[in-house]
């Protein structure tokens, strides 16, 4: 049975199968960067973590060929199902969910990785930044967005962020049980009890350790917004 796609929670906001969050139909400055250079650079490219396809979909449109990966069955069942015939020859589906996911070393022209690694722990993310520096080839580019401590219902927890990085704490963001801040006794089912919540300076920490070139590192807005700190992102290259 075909999985249908949710109505729109708000304007641009899509729910995830998973409640996992929601997808913004509008994309940050970070993954147009990754959607530009896809088009460009005359290889296949991973979009990890892909819900509905936002990002796959414009890619396609310029004439790129995308490995689209998802942890939910059922977004990827909706962007094949959704793709126009005359793209799915450049459109190859996985699901698969970090850090256990995998593919070949050398893979991938570029990847993307959007809003995906604040539901990892530390450990995990180092592993997934591990695996994506491998999946790279030489030369080939990261665009990692992650949420902040300034955005979503988490939004309380700042100063005590702040608090903690000033101290030196490794994971200043890390909340370990999220249900008080939704006024509940446990997550929604679906949901992780934690979230890890980033910031520009922690990203390019983590790719440099991995081994990448840290091109940029950076705060961004909601969306198409380029000023706010809702999100950080990083653009980085495999050595």
Known sequence: MSVDKPKPWMEGMIPTL????FMSETMDRFSMAFIDYAAICGHEVLDMGCAYGVAT?????????????DMEAGHVEILARETPEEFRGRLRTSV??????????????????????HFLTGDQIRLSLEKMYRWLKPGGRL??????????FWFSTAPEYERRKAAGEEWPGFIDDIAPL?????????MLAFLNPLDPDILRRECERAGFAVEEAAFTGRGGEPDGNQHAGVIAVRR
């Open 96 to 117: 698969g969910e970090l850090p256990a996911a995998d593919f070949p070393d050398g893979s991938f022209g570029a990847i993307l990785c959007s809003r995906v690694i």
């Open 143 to 152: 665009f990692l967005v992650a949420d902040t401590p300034y955005t979503g």
């Open 18 to 21: 998973n409640s996992r969050g």
């Open 57 to 69: 979909r414009e890619v396609l449109e310029r004439g790129g060929s995308v490995m689209a990966c």
């Open 182 to 190: 939704l006024n509940r006794a446990a997550p929604p089912p679906g």
